[in-house]
């Protein structure tokens, strides 16, 4: 039997950051009103001309190939996470993979808000384990400026831009790494808690909906937070009972960076400490699809070979769900 692991995993942030002091002079808020509802203190926006969430996303793979010296060439597959393509079609992950060269993978975008990144990493994990892949590439992606409302202060404090890639092949299962269990959820009846409302097929862009910025994110952010936090314990709990886990053998919870109090509220309620959460979100912010390997990005230089990882995430949709896995190396091994 074979098992689908990470060996390898590369993220990209833009350049310029946004402060809650900037935010300040945007929308009626504060430095502390926004540290203590959400933990976020700043986020990086990608400003440059013409640039787009493939922008990021292409640096974010390079410098994965470069990491872990793979030729593109190699890459059967490559699977973009994202809310924000570049266009409508061709898909986002059809552009990365020209511009990296890989020019033997299939490619094609996976859009599940902000468990995007999860449910992506789930699927190129099937196609691993059967066989009809040997190296596979995730991404998750978004540019959240380009769909957040600068004068609405529930969602500006909230969203950045950011690419995360994870690089994913077969080992056998007996080496003991690599995903062991995965939990997708999905409930189309919270779709008009989270969500943007026009530039699909029921409200094509037009005059009036620019007019009544109809194309930015919208949430109902008191609704969508219980839900977050109920739905994203719920699975990480399964995940545990489903693997016999416990607190004390989980190495770190990788939850979706939404919210420090979500986090703290789900750390609580599976009674994994704190210490134990990956949290990077008082840098970032929600970077939606972006979050999750973003954070496996920041914690590699932690991470051993032979860590008991569990991800979790929630997204709109609502989308949300668990996945366990077994930490495939050593960062300073690469």
């Given at each position: 039997m074979k098992r689908a692991v990470?060996?390898?995993?590369?993220?990209?942030?833009?350049?310029?950051?946004?402060?809650?002091?900037?935010?300040?002079?945007?929308?009626?808020?504060?430095?502390?009103?926004?540290?203590?509802?959400?933990?976020?203190?700043?986020?990086?926006?990608?400003?440059?001309?013409?640039?787009?969430?493939?922008?990021?996303?292409?640096?974010?793979?390079?410098?994965?190939?470069?990491?872990?010296?793979?030729?593109?060439?190699?890459?059967?597959?490559?699977?973009?996470?994202?809310?924000?393509?570049?266009?409508?079609?061709?898909?986002?992950?059809?552009?990365?993979?020209?511009?990296?060269?890989?020019?033997?993978?299939?490619?094609?975008?996976?859009?599940?808000a902000c468990s995007g990144f999860l449910y992506a990493l789930d699927a190129a994990a099937q196609y691993i384990v059967t066989g009809r892949v040997?190296?596979?590439?995730?991404?998750?992606?978004?540019?959240?400026?380009?769909?957040?409302?600068?004068?609405?202060?529930?969602?500006?404090?909230l969203f950045g831009d950011g690419a995360g890639a994870v690089l994913v092949t077969a080992r056998d299962e007996a080496e003991g790494h690599g995903i062991v269990d995965t939990l997708c959820k999905a409930d189309g009846a919270g779709q008009d808690l989270l969500y943007v409302q026009a530039g699909g097929s029921r409200c094509p862009a037009s005059y009036e909906t620019v007019r009544a910025q109809a194309h930015y994110i919208y949430q109902q952010g008191q609704s969508v937070f219980k839900v977050a936090v109920t739905f994203m314990a719920q699975s990480v709990?399964?995940?545990?009972?489903?693997?016999?886990?416990?607190?004390?053998?989980?190495?770190?919870?990788?939850?979706?960076?939404?919210?420090?109090?979500?986090?703290?509220?789900?750390?609580?309620?599976?009674?994994?400490?704190?210490?134990?959460?990956m949290l990077n979100v008082h840098k970032f912010g929600n970077t939606t699809a972006a979050t999750i390997p973003l954070c496996l990005w920041d914690y590699e230089q932690n991470l051993k070979k032979g860590d008991k990882l569990v991800l979790t995430t929630f997204g709109g949709g609502f989308t949300w769900g668990a996945m366990y896995m077994i930490w495939g190396y050593d960062a300073a091994s690469q």
């Amino acid at each position: 039997m074979k098992r689908a692991v990470i060996v390898g995993v590369y993220g990209h942030v833009p350049d310029y950051v946004l402060t809650n002091k900037e935010l300040e002079q945007l929308v009626a808020t504060s430095d502390q009103w926004i540290t203590t509802r959400t933990g976020i203190q700043e986020r990086r926006i990608l400003k440059e001309a013409n640039a787009a969430t493939s922008s990021m996303a292409i640096k974010a793979v390079e410098g994965l190939l470069q990491k872990t010296a793979t030729d593109p060439t190699d890459i059967d597959l490559l699977v973009c996470a994202t809310i924000t393509p570049d266009v409508v079609t061709p898909a986002t992950a059809n552009i990365i993979a020209h511009a990296v060269g890989a020019t033997n993978a299939f490619s094609y975008d996976l859009q599940a808000a902000c468990s995007g990144f999860l449910y992506a990493l789930d699927a190129a994990a099937q196609y691993i384990v059967t066989g009809r892949v040997k190296k596979a590439i995730v991404v998750g992606a978004d540019k959240m400026s380009a769909i957040t409302n600068y004068s609405d202060r529930a969602t500006c404090i909230l969203f950045g831009d950011g690419a995360g890639a994870v690089l994913v092949t077969a080992r056998d299962e007996a080496e003991g790494h690599g995903i062991v269990d995965t939990l997708c959820k999905a409930d189309g009846a919270g779709q008009d808690l989270l969500y943007v409302q026009a530039g699909g097929s029921r409200c094509p862009a037009s005059y009036e909906t620019v007019r009544a910025q109809a194309h930015y994110i919208y949430q109902q952010g008191q609704s969508v937070f219980k839900v977050a936090v109920t739905f994203m314990a719920q699975s990480v709990l399964e995940i545990m009972k489903r693997n016999e886990l416990t607190a004390e053998a989980i190495a770190y919870l990788v939850p979706h960076q939404a919210n420090k109090r979500i986090l703290q509220l789900v750390a609580e309620r599976t009674m994994i400490p704190m210490e134990k959460v990956m949290l990077n979100v008082h840098k970032f912010g929600n970077t939606t699809a972006a979050t999750i390997p973003l954070c496996l990005w920041d914690y590699e230089q932690n991470l051993k070979k032979g860590d008991k990882l569990v991800l979790t995430t929630f997204g709109g949709g609502f989308t949300w769900g668990a996945m366990y896995m077994i930490w495939g190396y050593d960062a300073a091994s690469q």
